[in-house]
């Protein structure tokens, strides 16, 4: 067990990203696009209601006053926000590799920007 605990560690130290350094992510902005583009039924719904459940948890955030103010209007539609980010990753292909919960928020930011 110690030999193996050993090995796990030279293998940590050698890794050219150490593995605290690692992001990890359910979905790229690549899988995002992926099912989003698909044409069977499962995976526009899995498209979105990814991305329902990202635009959920970024209110909830600036509603308990964890997050950055939002200036998205109160009724948009889950059509509405699937069209804006697809429309994103379509536009911006090298921000694909990203972590799609950030691009769904910058996709939604871009489109309606808060007013100064």
Not at 43 to 59: S, W
Not at 80 to 91: G, N
Request: net charge positive.
């Amino acid at each position: 067990m110690i030999r193996l605990l050993l090995l796990a560690l030279a293998m940590a130290a050698t890794s050219p990203t150490p593995v605290a350094a690692q992001a990890f992510m359910f979905e790229s902005g690549t899988s995002l696009l992926a099912k989003c583009r698909n044409k069977a039924p499962e995976y526009a719904l899995a498209c979105t209601a990814y991305i329902v459940g990202v635009v959920d948890g970024i209110r909830k955030d600036s509603f308990i006053g964890r997050g950055r103010p939002i200036c998205w209007p109160d009724k948009m539609s889950a059509d509405d926000a699937r069209r804006t980010v697809v429309a994103y990753l379509e536009r911006w292909p090298d921000q694909r590799r990203g972590p799609a919960s950030v691009l769904v928020s910058v996709a939604l930011n871009d489109r309606y920007p808060c007013q100064k």
